[in-house]
């Protein structure tokens, strides 16, 4: 089966196990939490989780719950990083988001659901006794990743630092928190469930945190195209820092070096690979397309 065929079935599995997961009530907010979760998106970071666990030997049937976590922390990120009071986005995945649907209050709401939601999953995943000390390392790790020490660290940063002021070691380290840190939670997941070496679990932890960074500038440059095409002002990101030049270039470097990761571990992953590989595939694709995240 060609990589391409591996990844959409294991986005198809996600989308499934996400519609089990939420809430069909029908209720306002439940409805709410449907609409922004079941919206699309590439499902990226939970594909990471089951493409990890899987080169390190675990079944889909374990990584699945731990997947579906990480991707519902990721949109309840997504729907208060679109609140006026963060980015100020109106559109989400080709459609009004969530704040626009429903109100700012339900999405706030909403948001609090599936961060909450998330760690409620990770709890009840069934695993056989000798992996229940791993589940607990694995909720710790994603609620430092996803917290203070990590995602909410990097969009307070966001929100605070100057324009002006900023430097390129601090800018680096908002999108390595803001971005990188749930790369990183994403396949450090299937890692510990798969019992890695110390060697292989800094190894897979060096490729999410070179992925997670290459992930956040093409979504830069991605922006600056679109902002460029609109003739809107330039909003604060690695290409209106740094030029597009820089950008690309350290693009290609960080892609360069998950692959290197993987070699010098000798971890054998066809899809970890194609993965990061796929983010230098900037030319064909449009902003609205890779909004759909």
Partial sequence: MRVEDKIYQKKETVDRELERILPSEDTI????????????????????????????????????????????????????????????????RGRPSCHKAYGEAVALL????????????????????????RKNQIILEVGKLAG?????????????????????????????????????????????????????????????????????????????ASQSQKQQSPQLNYVTLFGLEKAERNLRNLVNKTQKTLDEASLESDELRYLASKLLDIGSESRDEQNSR
């Fill in 110 to 133: 909403v948001g609090d659901g599936l961060l909450t939601l998330a760690f409620k999953v990770l709890a009840q995943a069934s695993l056989e006794e000798e992996l229940l000390e």
């Fill in 148 to 224: 203070i020490d990590g995602m909410i660290a990097g969009q307070f940063m966001d929100i605070t630092l100057s324009p002006e002021e900023i430097t390129e070691e601090e800018f680096e380290e908002l999108i390595f928190k803001k971005t990188a840190a749930l790369f990183i939670a994403s396949v450090k997941v299937g890692a510990i469930l798969g019992k890695a070496s110390p060697p292989e679990l800094n190894a897979i932890v060096e490729y999410g945190r070179n992925l997670g960074l290459a992930f956040q500038i093409r979504d830069d440059i991605l922006d600056s």
């Fill in 29 to 92: 907010l439940f409805k709410a939490m449907r609409y922004a979760v079941l919206s699309g998106g590439k499902r990226f970071r939970p594909i990471l989780v089951l493409s990890s666990g899987e080169s390190f030997g675990v079944s889909q049937t374990i990584l699945l719950p731990f997947a579906c976590a990480i991707e519902l922390i990721h949109n309840y990120s997504l729907i208060h990083d679109d609140l006026p009071s963060m980015d100020n986005d109106d559109f989400r």
